[in-house]
């Protein structure tokens, strides 16, 4: 990929929407693209997956059908793809290869997130790159302060032409095919105090003092290339920065849907595949007990239970996706809701996969098995962002009046 962002010079004239009927259309031609790679990728995952093979063909086909673009504006010739739309093709892709949709899961929600509060200059900067290829990741997990982000470890220094950055970053998934990434830092004035001090810049793949800190080899999504990255002395211009100071961490909180809708359909994907492949490992199956193993009571009971739980979380993410996608006046209340569906998918999710792994049986075990692959996958889903924790407090402290960002936060 060779897609830059350059800076926008002038304003061209604003293209025409597409009408409804094109689309519609547009849209059919996505999800089918998305359902027919999902299988491609289901077989490359079962070739590279215990390799740990970063899924960089993948991604290449992504962009290829267009998909990596879906978020580009309308007011810039774009699909301008809802947060609905995007959580359907991540759920899709999820069923083919975990990795490869918790990667592009990254770059859903920076490019969606970024069409909302960034300046015309910003939204043509990235999504004309977006336009034609670029790949947009963010590694926003620091060494010392985790994804506490309110209190980055992550630190920008002013200069006279800019900002100079030193940290470190964990869990850059996608940093191997990436060409662009959004990092966050914290500005080092004295009159900034945190979390009002958090600054986000947009970084050029493979600039002077980014590089490998230590490579991923996760026991789960083992090919989202998930590297830790060190940040040594690198510098970003002052328009690098995609907000006014004092604003990012309110960009964040405005934008924590994205991130907590299309990490469940990561794993809302996972789960649908792991009980399509326990159905078709029962039906036609027999053993020296029984002329068919769909005939005993408890793969019923399992299979009824899954079905039903896939479409609690099906309606529940639909739901939020649809109707709870902008924050109104009470911004912490709009966060601690997002946290519902995320916080019920990704635990829902993993009791599915553990259930069709019961009745896979003993052969799931065996390595290389597709079962394996996502049993091993849907283990990441609680410790994504919001983790469980977090998202229990943010909850938990809602409904009882407390303000879950207080400090201290434990009395």
């Known amino acids: 990929m060779t897609a830059t962002m350059e800076r926008p010079e002038q304003a061209e004239a604003t293209p025409e929407p597409m009408s409804p009927e094109a689309r519609a259309a547009h849209w059919a031609k996505l999800t089918a693209s998305a359902a027919e790679l999902a299988a491609v990728f289901e077989q490359r995952s079962l070739e590279n997956y215990d390799k740990g093979e970063f899924v960089q063909r993948n991604i290449n086909d992504l962009v290829a059908a267009g998909i990596t673009a879906v978020n580009v504006p309308a007011d810039l010739g774009g699909f301008d793809a809802t947060l609905a739309e995007n959580v359907e093709l991540l759920r899709l ?19 969606g997130s970024l069409r909302g509060e960034t300046s015309p200059e910003v939204k043509a900067r990235v999504f004309d790159a977006v336009k034609t290829g670029a790949f947009v990741i963010g590694p926003f997990t620091d060494e010392s302060s985790g994804s506490n982000w309110t209190v980055p470890s992550t630190v920008a220094q002013r200069v006279d032409d800019g900002f100079v950055l030193q940290g470190v970053k964990h869990f850059a998934t996608g940093y191997p095919g990436a060409t662009h990434l959004l990092i966050t830092a914290g500005l080092t004035d004295e009159h900034l105090r945190p979390p009002f001090n958090l600054a986000a810049f947009l970084v050029e793949a493979g600039a002077p003092g980014l590089g490998v800190h230590r490579e991923w080899d996760g026991m789960a999504m083992p090919m989202t290339g998930s590297h830790s990255l060190a940040i040594d002395s690198l510098h970003v211009d002052g328009d690098d920065m995609l907000f006014p100071e004092g604003l990012t961490p309110l960009f964040v909180m405005s934008r924590q849907q994205w991130g907590h809708y299309c990490f469940a359909a990561v794993f809302l994907g996972l789960a649908e595949r792991a009980y399509e492949i326990a159905i078709e490992r029962t039906k036609g199956r027999s053993n020296t007990a029984v002329s068919s193993l769909a005939t005993l009571p408890g793969i019923q009971f399992n299979i009824g239970r899954m079905r039903a739980s896939i479409a609690t979380m099906k309606a529940l993410l639909t739901r939020y996706a649809t109707e709870h996608v902008e924050p109104g006046e009470d911004l912490i209340a709009f966060v601690a809701e ?26 799931g075990i065996s390595g290389g098995t597709r079962i394996g692959q996502i049993w091993r996958d849907v283990k990441a889903g609680p410790l994504v962002p919001f983790t469980n924790d977090v998202a229990r407090e943010f909850i938990g402290k809602h409904e009882l009046g407390l303000n879950p960002i207080e400090t201290p936060r434990w009395l």
């Open 338 to 363: 997002t946290c519902v569906p995320k916080y019920f998918v990704v635990n829902e999710a993993e009791h599915v996969v553990a259930t069709a792994f019961e009745v896979v049986g003993g052969s």
């Open 93 to 111: 892709i999820a069923k083919g290869c975990g990795s490869t949709a918790f990667t592009f899961a990254i770059h859903t929600i920076i490019t």
